[in-house]
Each structure stands twice: as C-alpha cells, then as structure tokens.
C-alpha cells in the first residue's frame, strides 16, 4: 500500500465523529482548533496537571478510496464509458476444457522457447521477473528492449490462435507468451498501447496453469495529476483454460498487472494474442507514468 492510502485510512479513522462532550464553561475558541479538556482528571501523582486532547479539522475532505470489485462470473461487461470510450472485458471460463488445458500448459511449458528479457528504466537494466516468448511477424518493444520477429509459430500456437479468432471474432498476427514459474513472478503495472498496437487494441488473453489474480486499475483524471489512490480498481481471478478479451478502450483509460503473492503458486502461462500494424500511426499525446513491466 502506498504512502499516500495508508495516509488516508488514518486520517479517515482520526475524522470520526467525536463523542459528545460537556460544553467547557468560558470563552469558546474561534477557530478550527477545538481543545477538548479530559472529562476525568488524571491520578494525583502523575504529575500532569490536564491532559489535552487536540481535534484538527482536515485541510482537505477526506475522500473514500473505492472497493475493490471482483469479478468472477463469466460474462461480457462494460467497465467504464470515458472520453475514449467503451471499455468492455469478455470473461469465458472453461474456453479450453480442462483435459485440452492440461495438455496445452504441459507442452507449452515444455515446448516454447522460453527465455529471461532485460529491460532499461531510466539507464539501468533489470531482469523481468518472469520468462517470455514472442511470435509474430514484427519485433515488440517495450521498457527499452526489444523482442526481436519470430514467425515460427508452434503449431499448438496456431491451433489455440484459431480457435480464439472464431470465439472473438477478431484476427491476431502477434503473440506475447508468458511464463509465471511461481508466486514471485509478475508482471507490473501498464497498459498494452504501444502506437505499433494501433488505437483501441483487442486483445485476447488465454491463461493455463495456477490460477493468478489479474487486476486493473483506472487511469486517474488529469487533476490527479497520476495519484491512483483513488481510481476504481478490478480483480479478475484468471483460472486454467480462461480467456479474457479486453476491447474498446480499455488500453487507453485502464492499466493493468499481476502481482507477486504470498502464498504458494504452481506454474502459470499467459498467451496474450495481439494484433502489430507495421505503420503506426506515431506517439500518443496523453502523458504516462514509466512502464513497469
Ligand atoms: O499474465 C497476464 O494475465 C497478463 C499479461 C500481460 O499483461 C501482458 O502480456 O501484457
């Protein structure tokens, strides 16, 4: 939890209402500090001759910090209507069967090409905490490093490709494979928006494996000026053989991630089926915090 959440919870629980008091005889000070005298004196022999309890009014109103909602049934839903849009997530449990899904996970884990990227923040390299491999006709760049083209697709990819193009609907040229070993592997906050993925980006996301929690989180209003202590946030348990389509514009006003967890977690791959334009149509104007990939 940041700085600035726990901050809140502590002003919020200091903001209760006080409990009623007698009325102090005398003058009432005028301002907005008000001094409570103890209704109980302290024991002779503390030394203490009153102890004072000082009530501050909050600068600011406190404001409440969303709950976060989970989402758990499958369906099609409409998370948010903003300037950019619609943004919708198709939930489909059970996409794979899970005698297919066991299959699919062994050999993949298996199969792929799996390897550690370095990425760069601000000069300084640092490994992902997670392995991955990249299919497609164009190279994917992202937090400064690049996975280079890679057209040979395994037929496993293939199949599962289309058989999630004739359930969306969509067609996808390109392949982001992850690879969660355990509960440490994660994958940071950020949204899927780079220009090459051009505007309003379908993607569709097939999770085999231990169950993770994916969760998004909305991007503030300007006036936040990039506090996200108050956006709404999601949770979506993402189970073996699950597909989760996020359309409209979902890249544009959601990030999301996987965190690390506490407890035990066997192995988990994403697939995330992307559509690359070789032209794209050049930087987006909204400013963004780093990518934390
Ligand atoms: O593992 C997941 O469910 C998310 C993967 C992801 O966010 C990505 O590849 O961009």
Same mark, same amino acid.
């Given at each position: 939890?940041?700085?600035?959440?726990?901050?809140?919870?502590?002003?919020?629980?200091?903001?209760?209402?006080?409990?009623?008091?007698?009325?102090? /005889?005398? !003058?009432?000070?005028?301002?907005?500090?008000?001094?409570?005298?103890?209704?109980?004196?302290?024991?002779?022999?503390?030394?203490?001759?009153?102890?004072?309890?000082?009530?501050?009014?909050?600068?600011?109103?406190?404001?409440?910090?969303?709950?976060?909602?989970? @989402?758990?049934?499958?369906?099609? $839903?409409?998370?948010?209507?903003?300037?950019?849009?619609?943004?919708?997530?198709? %939930?489909?449990?059970?996409?794979?069967?899970?005698?297919?899904?066991?299959?699919?996970?062994?050999? #993949?884990?298996?199969?792929?090409?799996?390897?550690?990227? /370095?990425?760069?923040?601000?000069?300084?390299?640092?490994?992902?905490?997670?392995?991955?491999?990249?299919?497609?006709?164009?190279? $994917?760049? $992202?937090?400064?490093?690049?996975?280079?083209?890679? !057209?040979?697709?395994?037929?496993?990819?293939?199949?599962?490709?289309?058989?999630?193009?004739?359930?969306?609907?969509?067609?996808?040229?390109?392949? @982001?494979?992850?690879?969660?070993?355990?509960?440490?592997?994660?994958?940071?906050?950020?949204?899927?928006?780079? !220009?090459?993925?051009?505007?309003?980006?379908?993607?569709?996301? %097939?999770?085999?494996?231990?169950?993770?929690?994916?969760?998004?989180?909305?991007?503030?209003?300007?006036?936040?000026?990039?506090?996200? /202590?108050?956006?709404?946030?999601?949770?979506?348990? %993402?189970?073996?053989?699950?597909?989760? @389509?996020?359309?409209?514009?979902?890249?544009?006003?959601?990030?999301?991630?996987? !965190?690390?967890?506490?407890?035990?977690?066997?192995?988990?791959?994403? #697939?995330?089926?992307?559509?690359? $334009?070789?032209?794209?149509?050049?930087?987006?104007?909204?400013?963004?915090?780093?990518?934390?990939?």
């Amino acid at each position: 939890m940041s700085d600035k959440r726990q901050r809140a919870r502590v002003q919020g629980s200091w903001a209760k209402p006080l409990p009623k008091q007698p009325r102090p /005889t005398g !003058a009432i000070p005028n301002s907005s500090t008000v001094v409570i005298p103890s209704a109980n004196p302290p024991p002779a022999g503390w030394g203490v001759g009153q102890r004072m309890f000082e009530y501050q009014q909050p600068a600011k109103p406190v404001r409440d910090v969303p709950t976060e909602k989970v @989402m758990e049934m499958g369906g099609d $839903y409409e998370i948010s209507h903003g300037p950019s849009g619609v943004s919708r997530l198709r %939930l489909i449990h059970g996409f794979l069967p899970p005698e297919e899904a066991d299959w699919a996970f062994s050999k #993949l884990l298996a199969e792929l090409p799996w390897s550690q990227k /370095t990425n760069y923040r601000q000069g300084e390299a640092y490994e992902e905490p997670r392995l991955t491999c990249w299919y497609g006709e164009l190279p $994917y760049t $992202y937090a400064h490093s690049t996975l280079e083209a890679n !057209a040979q697709w395994h037929p496993l990819l293939v199949t599962l490709r289309c058989a999630v193009e004739k359930a969306s609907g969509h067609h996808f040229n390109s392949l @982001m494979c992850n690879l969660y070993r355990n509960c440490k592997d994660s994958i940071g906050w950020h949204s899927d928006d780079e !220009a090459a993925l051009g505007t309003r980006p379908t993607i569709a996301s %097939l999770s085999l494996g231990d169950m993770r929690v994916f969760s998004l989180r909305k991007q503030p209003a300007p006036e936040e000026d990039g506090d996200y /202590t108050y956006v709404e946030r999601l949770r979506i348990p %993402l189970t073996h053989g699950t597909l989760l @389509m996020m359309e409209g514009a979902t890249q544009d006003d959601w990030q999301h991630s996987v !965190a690390k967890e506490y407890h035990d977690r066997g192995p988990r791959i994403n #697939l995330t089926f992307r559509t690359m $334009y070789p032209e794209h149509e050049g930087p987006r104007t909204r400013a963004r915090l780093p990518p934390q990939h």
